[in-house]
């Protein structure tokens, strides 16, 4: 599995590097584009990141223009996330550059073993918190 793990991560980079998108801002955007507005502790806590990691990579995110931080206004010490037009725009970029990069994956597999091995795998991430 870590072989496999490594082989996606590797290939994926080279596909989001030319759209100027690092594999950490990745996690970030797939994260907003599902839920536009969390905040910065929850979107941490879905990337599986912690608080004060995830504030130095949303800062790079932001300089490339994906994102704007807003800060609540019923309480101080959350700072919501949302995507930019531009954010928003990637979406159409990058799903299937990652799409391409799972059907490599599983290339050669008949449908039923891609769906069967996606359900294993889904699985057995489910022994495992949240926050791994």
Same mark, same amino acid.
Request: glycine residues 8%; charged residues 30%.
């Given at each position: ?43 941490? /806590?879905? &990337?599986?990141?912690? *608080?004060?990691?995830? @504030?130095? %990579? !949303? ?5 490339? +223009? ?24 990637? /979406?159409? &970029?990058?799903?299937? *550059?990652?799409?391409? @990069?799972? %059907? !490599? ?5 008949? +449908? ?21």
């Amino acid at each position: 599995m870590r072989d496999l793990n490594r082989a996606i991560q590797r290939h994926l980079q080279a596909r989001l590097q030319p759209h100027g998108v690092a594999p950490g801002a990745w996690y970030f955007l797939r994260v907003l584009w599902e839920e536009d507005g969390i905040t910065q502790r929850d979107l941490a /806590r879905r &990337v599986g990141m912690m *608080e004060p990691t995830a @504030v130095i %990579a !949303l800062r790079g995110i932001e300089a490339g +223009g994906w994102i704007h931080r807003v800060r609540s206004e019923t309480d101080k010490r959350k700072v919501h996330i949302f995507l930019t037009e531009a954010g928003r725009d990637l /979406r159409e &970029v990058l799903v299937p *550059e990652a799409h391409q @990069v799972n %059907a !490599l994956a599983t290339r050669g597999l008949s +449908g039923d073993e891609a769906r069967m091995l996606k359900a294993l795998l889904r699985r057995a991430r489910g022994n495992f918190p949240l926050q791994d």
